[in-house]
């Protein structure tokens, strides 16, 4: 059974940081892209960051040099460390996972909610 299993979320204030970590089971994690999406009431899923089996990352531009995605496979897990956090990062944030889409002459990175296969239940990071 695939499971994708979320925590470390909470309610911090502006210019905190939160830990955020992804415990997969059930599937060959290392074999994937393990993503971080996050989804505000009213808003479509947006994806945070991305990295795959090698260690290739790609973040959205309000991410950029604040969070950091990362993976350890001996413990199948993914983190997304997010530093200097605003209002604006307030969102249900959710792990998911996928293979790499083929963009016409490569192989990449996915960046579409519709790319990944498979999904946690989300953790709530709030910022006040």
């Known amino acids: 059974q695939v499971q994708l299993v979320e925590s470390g979320g909470g309610s911090v204030p502006t210019g905190g940081s939160l830990r955020l970590s992804c415990v997969a089971s059930?599937?060959?994690?290392?074999?994937?892209?393990m993503g971080w999406f996050r989804q505000a009431p009213g808003k479509e899923r947006e994806l945070v960051s991305s990295?795959?089996?090698?260690?290739?990352?790609i973040y959205v531009d309000s991410a950029k040099g604040r969070f950091t995605i990362s993976r350890d496979n001996d413990k199948n897990t993914v983190y997304l460390q997010m530093n200097s956090l605003k209002p604006e990062d307030t969102a249900m944030y959710y792990c998911?996972?996928?293979?790499?889409?083929?963009?016409?002459?490569?192989?990449?990175?996915?960046?579409?909610?519709?790319?990944?296969?498979?999904w946690g239940q989300g953790t709530q990071v709030t910022v006040s």
């Open positions: 059930g599937f060959r994690h290392s074999g994937y892209c």
């Open positions: 990295i795959d089996s090698d260690g290739i990352t």
């Open positions: 998911a996972a996928a293979n790499e889409v083929w963009y016409g002459d490569h192989w990449g990175l996915p960046n579409r909610p519709q790319d990944y296969t498979y």
